[in-house]
T-cell receptor, first 114, second 114 residues
């Protein structure tokens, strides 16, 4: 029973490098989202998807891209990493985008940009 | 702007003390409310949720929360904390008026001293 799986757990990037954070869920959830967690600011929504082929911006989308080609996968791409993107990133999924169901979270990716 | 506010950033308690964490939101209309907990080094886990019905909600590990609609509040309580309750606690809201996105407060770090 894997739930939401994120890889990698840790990553160090140099400024200007690109990378993709992977997220996969095996619960057939329609709704998936990416958050970043910074001290004192809680979790802020970066991008979300209400189903395969549909994505939208959250509160802090700049510098990030997403795509949703399958129900299971929702990768987050950093095109040109900046030190301001140093954070802990969480992927989450929910069963139904139209109703408030429980969100399940991945283990997180701690990203450092130097 | 619609938001979720947690009043305390840090709380330090001794074991067996009572805990109350405040949460207020500014969304209108129907809301669904959650408290999540993040133990050190771990991902977020659901403590309890309110969708409808009895405004006093009981969750796991002896936690409860009370929804007071007139005060736009959803405060978390535990009568007697244990050292293992040391964690960060997040209040979160889903509002249909805000597109059913899960929005978090800034979090409260709770340290329970043995």
């Amino acid at each position: 029973n894997a739930g939401v799986t994120q890889t990698p757990k840790f990553q160090v990037l140099k400024t200007g490098q690109s990378m993709t954070l992977q997220c996969a869920q095996d619960m057939n959830h329609e709704y998936m989202s990416w958050y970043r967690q910074d001290p004192g600011m809680g979790l802020r929504l970066i991008h979300y998807s209400v189903g395969a082929g549909i994505t939208d911006q959250g509160e802090v989308p700049n510098g990030y891209n997403v795509s949703r080609s399958t129900t299971e996968d929702f990768p987050l791409r950093l095109l040109s990493a900046a030190p301001s993107q140093t954070s802990v990133y969480f992927c989450a999924s929910r069963r139904d985008p139209q109703r408030a169901t429980e969100a399940f979270f991945g283990q997180g990716t701690r990203l450092t940009v130097v | 702007a619609q938001s979720v506010s947690q009043h305390n950033h840090h709380v330090i308690l001794s074991e067996a003390a009572s805990l109350e964490l405040g949460c207020n939101y500014s969304y209108g209309g129907t809301v669904n409310l959650f408290w999540y907990v993040q133990y050190p080094g771990q991902h977020l886990q659901l403590l309890l949720k309110y969708f409808s019905g009895d405004p006093l909600v009981k969750g796991i590990k002896g936690f409860e929360a009370e929804f007071i609609k007139s005060k736009f509040s959803f405060n978390l309580r535990k009568p007697s904390v244990q050292w293992s309750d040391t964690a960060e606690y997040f209040c979160a809201v889903v509002s249909k008026a805000a597109g059913n996105k899960l929005t978090f407060g800034g979090g409260t770090r709770v340290l329970v001293k043995p």
